[in-house]
């Protein structure tokens, strides 16, 4: 048996004995015959981020393979304001390699992941995952290289206040238990991510932590390992779905929001990418990094002011991103430095041999890690619609290798201090910045629509929705009116608690 089948966590992969990719439907009739699978559930995500659910008793193998080959029709209208409810059905299709067995359903059941299809079989224009789709289509075209994403998914545990083992307040930063209180939720909703095909790096405790009126705030974070980028975007759309499923068995609250009150860490949705190419990671030459990495970096900062439009899509997401709290608000990027909006984290770029060091009886062979290297955008967060995000940093990367100056700009934009500190006013002075509302992100975007709408990969319908869904927060001089006031904030928080 191939390792990486044997160690594989997703029931379906060790016992069709082949990669999720190469999934069938011979393959789940296969599996669903034979393990006692009693019902199917086709899910998609709706225009609010959150799966949809529709669920079948399976009859008979007619009925199996009528569901399995052409889906089923959804109420668009429904699920996305931007189609008019006069001519609003579609066809929601099942993407084999997204099939798992559901973690929590007593009744034996694998779902699927669908996408969109209008009425004449066509993938919809303004669906956001048919525009990731384009744009890593477009990327490939035109440059040569594949887009590999990870998400860190951070989130707020909130539970009745406990007065045993309290973690000193905002130092939660991979705390253990019994300081940390939800290690079991955690863990226990990566292994489920894994069986459903999610690829994990690791998951730990975030530096946010506090108590307030009786409750308790605890901050944790799920990170992923980089994978192609239609895969990334789906394992973040599962694992928010299973993190709030096992939060409300647990009979606590989880929330993805941006900020949760005054002077406490908000939560991040921060993405890293790598450029790959004929399976080798193209971002380290030699040890360094490449102009390809440069390029694509040039194309992010390019970018950035619009990416909110997708990555920040509420006002509470701009009361993240203010100085001091480890959250970007200049346009720049650097290397190992958290308060650049890029960033090239510390990564293995030369052949090294840490364990030998470590365990003396170890052999003495160097192992070359820089496949490893990822580079790290920012400054999204929970509210993110997670497929016009992704579809977003791909159009920006492709960008990257069509500026004229892509090279130059990287080297104007790259700063070695922290630029949050009194004596780099003058850096940060002279870097653009990101929005400071939902109302300059849509003026930002509506700026730079014509890169995002170029080779038709984001639909005009799609940019003309998202510009309207901001402009009507009219949050424009919001955070200047109640930045300091702490019961207009947490009346914010709440309305957008459950956002993405």
Not at 64 to 86: P, Q, T, V, W
Not at 206 to 232: C, H, K, R, T, W
Not at 359 to 371: G, T
Request: proline share 4%; net charge negative; with cysteine.
């Amino acid at each position: 048996m191939n390792n990486n089948i044997k160690l594989n966590p997703n029931p379906l992969v060790q016992y069709l004995q082949k990669p999720a990719k190469d999934f069938t439907k011979a393959d789940l009739i296969n599996y669903i015959e034979n393990n006692g699978i009693e019902m199917l559930n086709l899910r998609y995500a709706g225009g609010d981020g959150r799966l949809k659910t529709l669920n079948f008793v399976i009859n008979n193998m007619e009925h199996l393979d009528s569901i399995l080959s052409c889906g089923e029709r959804a109420d668009g209208s429904s699920l996305f304001k931007h189609l008019d409810a006069g001519a609003s059905d579609l066809y929601v299709v099942p993407r084999y390699r997204t099939a798992f067995v559901n973690p929590f359903s007593e009744i034996p059941t694998i779902d699927i992941l669908c996408s969109y299809y209008d009425k004449d079989g066509n993938p919809l224009e303004s669906s956001p995952e048919y525009i990731m789709c384009k744009a890593h289509k477009e990327l490939k075209e035109k440059t040569g290289l594949s887009f590999e994403v990870m998400g860190e998914l951070e989130y707020y545990v909130i539970s009745a206040k406990e007065d045993l083992f309290v973690a000193d307040d905002q130092k939660g930063y991979h705390e253990s238990s019994p300081f940390s209180k939800f290690d079991q939720l955690r863990t226990e909703s990566m292994l489920a991510i894994a069986t459903t095909g999610g690829v994990i790096k690791y998951g730990h405790s975030e530096v946010g932590n506090f108590s307030a009126d009786g409750l308790m705030y605890e901050q944790n974070e799920i990170e992923f390992s980089p994978v192609p980028l239609e895969e990334a975007a789906d394992q973040l759309l599962i694992a928010k779905w299973i993190l709030r499923t096992l939060a409300y068995k647990y009979g606590v609250t989880i929330t993805f929001a941006p900020k949760i009150t005054v002077g406490k860490a908000g939560s991040g949705l921060h993405i890293h990418t790598r450029l790959m190419k004929d399976g080798k990671n193209m971002m380290i030459v030699d040890g360094k990094l490449s102009d390809i990495a440069k390029k694509a970096i040039a194309g992010y900062l390019s970018l950035a002011p619009s990416l909110t439009a997708f990555g920040n899509t509420n006002p509470a997401s701009y009361f993240r991103l203010v100085p001091h709290q480890e959250a970007p608000t200049n346009i720049c990027w650097g290397d190992r430095n958290r308060s650049v909006l890029v960033r090239v984290p510390l990564g293995w770029t030369k052949k090294i041999n840490l364990a030998k060091h470590a365990n003396p009886l170890e052999d003495d062979v160097a192992i070359d890690f820089s496949h490893k290297q990822t580079v790290e955008f920012r400054c999204p967060d929970g509210s993110a619609d997670i497929y016009l995000l992704l579809a977003g940093l791909t159009v920006a990367a492709r960008n990257g290798f069509e500026m004229d100056n892509a090279l130059q700009f990287a080297n104007d934009t790259y700063v070695d201090v922290n630029i949050f500190h009194d004596e780099n006013k003058e850096i940060a002075g002279n870097l653009d910045h990101l929005p400071a509302s939902c109302v300059e992100s849509a003026d930002r975007l509506e700026n730079q629509r014509d890169i995002y709408e170029k080779y038709g990969v984001f639909s005009k319908q799609m940019i003309d929705g998202t510009i309207k869904k901001l402009r009507d927060f009219k949050d424009g001089t919001l955070r200047e009116e109640i930045h300091c006031d702490k019961t207009k904030i947490l009346k914010l928080v709440d309305k957008y608690f459950h956002c993405g």
